[in-house]
């Protein structure tokens, strides 16, 4: 291992939450509704589309990788939150970095347990989207508006993102 390796942890709140919001249907609801029949598992997390902008609602279908690999970019989208929901029970690789200066810090990994999607707080830096197995379709949403929303960090050294332990 090198100081460019990136070995990636189980996703829980607590560890992702200076990124975002893990979202999952985990202990007991927060109400029922329809008539005791359907458990809501209540405001889950904080969209952020800023004045301009709005939800959107769309289908991405991404093609699965497999570790270890090259993690040679981030993203990030100032002007809005960014959400993805597996519409599968496959887990997903999650990259996110604190911000230095306007550039990403150390990068962490996250795989989630296939059941959970996560929100990304507007301006995160993030990896692409990376399911690990097939199918890689996600419902996302996030930010329709004017203006750019959207920033690419291209890492000098690429960082080699090995399996979980």
């Not at 990636?8 to 008539?35: H, S, Y």
């Not at 301006?123 to 690419?152: K, S, Y």
Request: glycine share 12%.
């Amino acid at each position: 291992m090198t100081l460019r390796d990136l070995i990636p942890r189980p996703l829980t709140p607590e560890a992702f939450a200076p990124f975002g919001d893990v979202l999952a249907a985990e202990g007991p609801p927060d109400r029922l509704i329809n008539q005791g029949l359907c458990g809501r598992f209540h405001d889950r997390a904080t969209l952020d589309f800023g004045p301009e902008g709005r939800a959107g609602l769309s289908i991405f279908d991404a093609q699965p990788r497999s570790l270890p690999l090259r993690l040679e970019m981030v993203e990030r989208h100032p002007l809005g939150s960014q959400a993805f929901i597996p519409m599968h029970q496959k887990p997903f690789l999650v990259i996110v970095a604190g911000d230095r200066a306007g550039a990403p810090g150390v990068p962490l990994g996250f795989v989630t347990d296939g059941a959970q999607g996560i929100n990304l707080h507007r301006g995160v830096w993030h990896g692409v989207l990376t399911p690990l197995d097939a199918p890689g379709r996600f419902a996302v949403i996030d930010r329709i508006g004017p203006g750019a929303n959207l920033e690419e960090h291209w890492f000098v050294q690429p960082w080699t993102v090995h399996p979980p332990s």
